[in-house]
Structure formats: C-alpha cells, structure tokens
C-alpha cells in the first residue's frame, strides 16, 4: 500500500515542536500542534476575566511558543505566510484530533515516564498504521514502546531533527524492537525527498550517531585545550572555516547553543556508555562544572565562553576564569593555507604544521579517526553514515572518514601511534587487503569500502541526485580559470562557476558564452548550477573598483555591456537555460536568475538585487528587467503606478529573500514558471529534468521584446517626490536619493511625456549610463571599497 503524508499533529510545542511544525508548515503540509493545559491564569488573564475553561487561557502554552518561534532569528519558516498551515490545541481537549493525522510526532520534555503517558494516549486515540515517532535526542527508543498496542511498535521509531529543524539537514531514524521496515524505508525516503534531510538510520545507541560523535569532538577539544595552553579564540581560529567547519566553529558554537544543553548530553554519555574507550573524555573538565555553578551558559544568559560589553566582545581565560578583551589568533601553518581554496585540500598541510597548530591537529584527527573507527560496527555498520550525519547535522563541510582519506589511511595511522591511539581493527584489515581509501569514485558515483563484504559498494540514495565532484574531470567539457562545463548526460550541460564566492567576473561571463555556444551546436540544453556554499554573492566589485579608480570608463562601459549582452543570451538563446540559485544569490547571481527560460531554485536561497548598498544600480540587465516585470503585470483600469512601485521598492530597498517562496513576494521568482525544490543534493538533478522538459516539449527561442511598457515623467515625477520626501524626513542619504533618482530613471523608461511601447535594449542602454554615471561619484567608491574591505554596506 502506497504510504501518503497529507496532515502532521505535533505533540509538544517548545523551541524544537514548534520548529519541527513550522518546517512541515513550509512545505505544504497541514499541522496541528499541540501542547498541555495551564494549571494556573496569568495575571493579565485575571484581569481580563478569563478562567481555566476560557480556550485562550487553556490554548496559552501552545499559542505563545508558536508565536515565540515564528518571531525569532533566523525564522523556522519559509514565509509568514505558512503559518496559516498551523491550527494550534492542548493534549487534553484536542488528543482525539490525531485519529485524523498521518503522522504523529512526539516533542515533549526528555523524560521517559512524561513520554510514555503521552505515547499511552497517543495509542487510544490514533487510527491503525498511522505513523508515530519521537524526536528524542537521547532516551532509547525501545523504552518508549513497552506496553503499547502491536501495531503502535510495528509504526513506532525516533525520528530525531536537529535544532533548528529547518535549517540542519541531519534527520536521524532509529528503530524500535518491533518497527516495521517499510516504515524506515518510507522515512528515510520521506526525509530526503520532501524534507530536504539527509536521511541516516541509527542503531539505538547513546546520542545515537551525530550527538555521539559530535560531543565527543567538543569534549575531546575542551580537555585538548587545557593540556595544550591553548586559549579560546586559539581553538575556534582552528577549529573555523579553515577546516570546513562554521564560523562559529567550537566556543561559539557552544555558546549559541547553550552550555546546559551540551552538558546534559555529555553527562547521558557518560553515565550510559560505561565500556566506551574514550569514557573520561565524557567527563565534564573543571571549568565546565565552574561555568555550570554560575549560569554562565552562552547567549541565553549573556555571557559563556564570550560576553558582550557594549560594543567590545570579552573572552573567558579557562585559567583565571574572568573575561578578558578577546585577542587575535594567528599561526604560521594557517599561513600556508591560505592559497588553498577547498578545505579538504588543506588537511595534509594542516597535520605537517611545524608550530601550535600541527600539534593541535595531529592530537585532535588522531582522537577523532581513533573514536570514530571503533563506533562501528556499535553505532552504525556503515561509517559513511558517520559523515553523513556530521555534514549535515553539525554542519562540516567533510566528515572524519573523508578528512582521513585527505590526509591519507596510513599516515593517519600514524598520528593515532604518535598519541598511543589504536584504528579499530577493521580499518587495518580494510588497508592491508589492498584498499588504501574508505571512498573511491567511479563513473559519476561515490563508493565506500563496506566492512561486511571486504569490497567497495555503492553509496544508496545517489540515484536521486548529481554530484559534480564526482564528475569533475571525467565529464568535463571545457574550461577556464573561473568556469566548467560538464555534460550531465542526456544532451544537457552544466555550468559551475569556479571564482571565489563564485563572483561574476570576465572569465565566468566568457564561460556562459562558451558553454551556449557548445550546447546551441551540440546539446539540448544547459543548467547553470553549482554546490558551492552559495551560487554568487554578485559581480566582481573589485574590478568596477579598479577601472573607475583608474577612470578606464570606455573599458569599464564595455564590461557592463558584456555582463548585459551575457544575461541577454540567457534569455535568448535557442536552447533552453535553467537557473539553479541556492544559497546567497545576490546582484548579478539574482540578475543571472531573473534571465533564465526557467529557475529552479533551493529553498534556502537568499535572493536579492543589492547593489543600491554599494552605491549603483543594478546594471547587469536587473533594472530593465524588473521594469518589464511591472509592464507584464499592467491591467487595463489598474492603477500602474502602484505595480511600477512595489518593483521600484524591491530595488531601491535592497530586499533578499530570506527564502526562495519570499522571492514570488518580490518579483524575482515567477509563479507558474519557477519551482523549489526542498533539498538542494537534488537541485541539480531536478535542473536537468526541467532542462530535458522544456527541450523534448519543442523548445523555440524566444523573439526580443520591444513591447515594455513605461511610464515615463508620470512615475518619474512621483518617484523623485518620494525621495525627496525621504530626504527630508532623513530616511535616506543625499546620495542614497542620487542612487534611487537613477534607478527612478531607468525604471520610468526616461522622462518621456506620455507612457511609451519601448525595447528591452533602450532600456538596458539607459541602465549602463545610469550605472557608469553612478562608479564617477566619489561616495560610490567609497561605498564599493568600505564592502571590498570590511564586507559590511557603508551609508554615506
């Protein structure tokens, strides 16, 4: 029987309840969210009049968290929009609701007698084969089932999202005694396709895989970093971005997510695996215990391992515990990295450091390969699942099997000799049958050395998805310094972008050209996509720095025609050109989006046109093509001025989308066009499907337009009140006006009398004049150097 999922109940409402309803809000899903009745009426409650039977008073908790959550920062929901998807009750009026709901999720305190009342009347009331998990992070799960019905266990298991649900990608599934396996299949199948999740099932272990791992790896640095004299700062400069990891990396991480939270689980560790090798690193250290003592928690209680006095960040010494003016770190092996793009390229420098750093580096890989290792088979049978999980739930961009494979089998060994550190046996047996790397790559796809069978097996769940790390060179078709073009198989391309944050600069306009070039000759179609962090943080400002400096204004012109001419052969080229945004798609990475045939966009994609915060308009083809937008979307006996406004607005105000639904509220996603899709491993797979589409359904390049409709001295005239009246209430700057007024300009299509039938080559001919008069102010360069340098807007 085909399982569907059409309505959630959500039994728990706190941070990760609310968060977990929220995300199942986001993509389409009907919701209930329920939480206990007060026991006692607020003040405010009294005064009003209300009693314990009034629904507001017995709906409180359950009402208040949701609101709390759909108010904080980042948002745990796509759109505001979404929340409409979630009707709100109590456990004790609204339980018999659930014989309704497909799936019903358990998110209560983390004790196990409150969860088994709550799992004895989830069973009275849910209809048979209705799905029923917890999202425990660390009660066995085959506690939670004693004593329920047969077909409760035979549907029951932990599902366990991590915090916050919508943007971490982990989604651990753990069996009970007695779940059936077309339940885990349906689940792990669920959580990637329409969750956005990377799907990993565990054994029912302690902390399961990603908190097992995961805390040993911060409990292994807070012992490392008493014994090594290291401070804080010291740690989280390793521990960054420099290895893939966020820039949060260690202390601040913890910080964020609260002390106590951490402490909770390290102390389940350490009391529930007695026989672990690694048992004393479970062990709270002293100054963890101190902290404890003095609520010294992180965010939640204004300070932790950083404290925040106005404007100045203080750091807590681990010796003399008391804060102290945060100091720079630096070391000499980072030094030697800093050339080296990729992360996983860094590590075979990073372990052969002559200083501070390659010992901190031989210890920590050396303890965390070592741990690792010898979870399995105990927390997993496949150690690739321990990479999944740390990836996507801790956010490293490679997980420790990979980092080893990095650095090479042998030689990791070795560091693990060096601190009297022993592989589980496995791993030898595994290199001395011939198999020097856990993962080798064949014919597009990832395959791991499976421990059972003594042979490399095939990664499951590929079959969904393109990884273009594992085609890189066999596929590749052409390519430059900023650009490569791969064939994905079944006459479509894709271009990925090869600059630094994927910038748009004169060799990634060279490859668009080329890659259209090659499939308007050879191929069907292309897909302009890639799985770096972001799909472009915009034009290469640096160089419209440099030739307005240098006031090469002809060069300059001729640049800005080019990136115009480039996004015009987007859109009009004889084949058809998808768009995959994910991530920060900004300036000329959103203009690229708003030109493609079709965009098929991640969710978490943050698009906008921001060029107003550098101090120029958008000139590669943005503003003409939010003003055609605007004509499309004339009615007769509508008033147009209002529709040219909401695009001025969007332009003018330099709005991101904070996800790809926000961007159908702006004008850059179009609806009934442009799709999302939830998980971005399966971005570009679903770009070259619609590519395949649109080319098999006959495609025919589109014929240039020169039916746009402008407003010309009517909108202009209401547009240079506006700011002047923005001016004088000092909302904006004199030169954030001279900006809008340019904008006002090109998007009014001029000063012309009378509303106008122009071309979409007028208008991007008054864009690059209006953009090229903007790089001769002064405040302009100033704004374009204050980003280059400090990477923040500058109002002047």
């Not at 986001?26 to 206990?36: A, F, K, R, S, Y």
């Amino acid at each position: 029987m085909k399982r569907t999922i059409k309505k959630v109940a959500v039994v728990g409402s706190g941070i990760m309840g609310s968060g977990i309803a929220c995300h199942f809000a986001n993509i389409g899903l009907e919701v209930l969210l329920l939480d206990i009745v007060p026991n006692a009426l607020t003040e405010i409650e009294e005064k009003k009049g209300l009693t314990l039977e009034s629904k507001a008073v017995r709906n409180r908790i359950v009402n208040e968290h949701l609101a709390n959550a759909l108010k904080s920062n980042p948002s745990p929901i796509y759109s505001q929009k979404f929340a409409s998807r979630i009707t709100t009750g109590n456990t004790t009026d609204d339980i018999a609701k659930i014989a309704n709901y497909d799936w019903i999720i358990e998110v209560v305190v983390e004790r196990l007698d409150i969860k088994k009342l709550v799992f004895e009347q989830i069973d009275k009331f849910r209809k048979p084969g209705t799905l029923v998990t917890s999202n425990t992070s660390g009660i066995p799960i085959k506690f939670m089932s004693d004593g329920r019905s047969e077909d409760f266990q035979k549907h029951f298991c932990g599902t366990h999202f991590f915090n916050p649900a919508r943007y971490l990608k982990l989604f651990e599934i753990i069996p009970g005694p007695h779940t059936s396996q077309e339940v885990l299949d349906f689940l792990f199948d669920y959580g990637s396709k329409y969750l956005g999740k990377t799907s990993v099932v565990a054994k029912d272990t302690p902390a399961f895989i990603g908190n097992r791992i995961g805390i040993f790896g911060i409990q292994s640095l807070f012992h490392l970093v008493k014994q090594m004299g290291l401070t804080i700062e010291e740690v989280d400069k390793l521990t960054g971005p420099v290895i893939g990891r966020p820039k949060s990396a260690t202390f601040r991480t913890v910080d964020v997510v609260g002390l106590d939270t951490l402490v909770h689980v390290a102390n389940g560790l350490y009391e529930g695996c007695p026989n672990d090798e690694a048992h004393d690193l479970f062990k709270l250290p002293d100054f963890i215990n101190k902290m404890m003592e003095n609520k010294w928690l992180g965010s939640k209680t204004g300070q932790g391992f950083y404290k925040k006095v106005d404007k100045d960040i203080l750091s807590l010494d681990l010796d003399t515990m008391e804060y102290r003016p945060a100091k720079k770190a630096s070391f000499a092996t980072l030094e030697l990295t800093k050339t080296i793009d990729k992360p996983i390229d860094r590590f075979r420098v990073l372990v052969k450091g002559k200083d501070k750093a390659g010992d901190f580096y031989r210890k920590n890989f050396a303890a965390m390969f070592a741990y690792c290792s010898n979870r399995v088979p105990e927390i997993t049978d496949d150690f690739y699942k321990i990479d999944d999980a740390m990836k996507a739930g801790f956010g490293w961009e490679n997980g420790p099997f990979e980092i080893w494979d990095a650095i090479g089998v042998q030689k990791g060994i070795e560091l693990m000799d060096a601190e009297g550190l022993k592989p589980a046996a496995w791993v030898n047996e595994m290199f001395t049958s011939g198999n020097t790397s856990f993962y080798t790559v064949k014919e597009g796809n990832t395959y791991y050395y499976n421990i059972t069978t003594k042979s490399q097996t095939k990664v499951p769940g590929q079959d969904s998805f393109i990884i273009l790390n594992n085609i890189r060179e066999s596929k590749k078709v052409w390519s430059n310094s900023g650009a490569v073009l791969h064939d994905l198989g079944d006459g479509i391309l894709n271009l990925e972008f090869q600059s630094k944050m994927n910038t748009i600069g004169g060799d990634v306009l060279v490859g668009i050209n080329k890659a259209i070039d090659i499939a308007e000759k050879e191929y069907s179609g292309l897909v302009i996509g890639n799985q770096g962090a972001n799909f472009s943080v915009g034009a290469n400002i640096g160089m419209i720095f440099m030739m307005a400096v240098e006031q090469e204004y002809e060069e300059l012109n001729m640049a800005i025609k080019m990136f115009q001419d480039t996004m015009m052969r987007v859109r009009y080229s004889s084949i058809p050109v998808i768009v995959a945004p994910h991530g920060m798609t900004l300036g000329g990475g959103c203009e690229m989006t708003l030109h493609a045939d079709k965009v098929v966009a991640a969710a978490e994609s943050y698009i906008g046109l921001v060029e107003f915060g550098v101090g120029v308009i958008p000139g590669g083809g943005g503003s003409k093509e939010m003003a055609l937008r605007a004509s499309d979307l004339f009615r007769k006996n509508d008033v147009e001025l209002n529709v040219l406004q909401e695009y001025f607005l969007a332009v003018a105000m330099a709005k991101v989308s904070t996800s790809a639904y926000e961007a159908f509220d702006t004008g850059v996603l179009q609806k009934g066009k442009d799709i999302i899709v939830v998980n971005k491993d399966r971005q570009i797979a679903e770009a070259k499907k619609h590519a395949l589409l649109m080319a098999e359904a006959g495609y025919t390049q589109p014929i240039r337009r020169t039916d746009v409709k402008v407003l010309g001295k009517q909108a202009l005239g209401m547009f240079l009140v506006g700011t002047d009246q923005m001016v004088a209430g000092k909302y904006i700057s004199e030169h954030d006006q001279k900006i809008a007024n340019k904008l006002a300009y090109v998007m009014a299509g001029g000063d012309l009398s009378e509303p106008t039938l122009v071309s979409e080559q007028y208008l991007l001919d008054i864009e690059r004049e209006a953009f090229l008069s903007l790089c001769t102010e002064r405040k302009t360069l100033e704004r374009i150097q204050f980003m280059l340098t400090k990477g923040k807007p500058l109002r002047n």
